[in-house]
């Protein structure tokens, strides 16, 4: 099994800045992918970014040149650095790990951390 822990989340002004981390534990693989996601009142949950176990990165449209993801394998972490923010970029962040072992995919997410950003 795998836990993910987030941390980071809370209320800003928009143009502020925060960052998100996620530290994974349990039975981790090195193919991995790591990945924020976000999910606003009465809206499904989107893709914010992904970063693969080697660096490759994956941005939404929406956060491109605003946020950054980063990850330390070392500590099976992953990190969100968001900055300029939206009042549109309040949601629950959601941490994602998706790891394959043979043919079997597994997905696992985090328990979800609030981001408001006040206009």
């Known amino acids: 099994q795998v836990q993910l822990v987030e941390s980071g989340g809370g209320l800003v002004q928009a143009g502020g800045s925060l960052r998100l981390s996620c530290a994974a534990s349990g039975s981790i693989f090195s193919l991995n992918t790591m990945g924020w996601y976000r999910q606003a009142p009465g809206k499904q949950r989107d893709l914010v970014a992904t970063?693969?176990?080697?660096?490759?990165?994956n941005y939404a449209d929406s956060v491109k040149g605003r946020f950054t993801i980063s990850r330390d394998n070392a500590k099976n972490t992953v990190y969100l650095r968001m900055n300029s923010l939206k009042p549109e970029d309040t949601a629950v962040y959601y941490c994602?790990?998706?790891?394959?072992?043979?043919?079997?995919?597994?997905?696992?997410w985090g328990q979800g951390t609030q981001v408001t950003v006040s206009s």
């Open positions: 970063i693969t176990f080697g660096g490759s990165t």
């Open positions: 994602n790990l998706d790891q394959r072992l043979l043919s079997t995919i597994y997905n696992y």
